[in-house]
């Protein structure tokens, strides 16, 4: 094959590098909305789950509070039959059932006062929904932002690099190229490491005298462990 020179591979590594810096702060951007917005929904399911606990404790509040007017209408009603009692026997059950209803009545009314406190917690936690999910929602409109402005300047950054990657790769020798390019569709910025002290930085295995020679040479070398384009350091 033809010389190759390692400025010109480092270059070209160098390149792929930041490409692929550059490609992956765009795959993640992304990602880190969805994250927000799957946070967003979650506070919203939290939002609505708390609204609806306030709303089914009014809804059992209203009936116990008409249980409770039934049952004092039941007593004023017991009492007008008490004054009409014929007999004695009449008149005790006609008092027992006055004194149950009323005990009834009283256990009602110490439930809707444990209700009233239980609505005013829950409508605690509606609130503090609300305050979590207004944050969630400027979190995520934040990020959005971010993203988006982001994204158009590291988008210039790939038109630039990829425009410096295609004149780099004229320089390459033709016989070497089909080999470039097999070993970069393959593993990308991966597929190029520098030998450093003999040993190759991408696998860390050492290298043969007859490989560093050729590198001296500038002849394109392969690394024989992982199968890198290997260049030398500066």
Known sequence: MMAVSAELLRNLHRIHTQLADLRDRLDRGPRQVKIRETNVAQLTAAKEAAEENVKQCKLATDR?????????????????????????????????????????????ADEILESFDKIERLESAVAEAKKNLEAGQTELTRCRDKVAAEGDVIRGDVTRLEGDLADAEKQLPGDLRPEYQRIIRSKGADGMAEMAGGVCEGCGQKCTLQMQNELLMEKPVFCKSCGRLLYAGE
Do not use: H, P, R, W
């Not at 039941?74 to 009323?102: F, G, M, P, R």
């Open 64 to 108: 116990k509070q008409l249980d409770l007017k039934s049952s004092e209408n039941k007593v004023q009603e017991l009492k007008v039959k008490l004054n009409t009692a014929a007999s004695n026997k009449e008149y005790q059950a006609l008092t027992d059932q006055i004194a149950a209803t009323e005990m009834a009545g009283s256990v009602l």
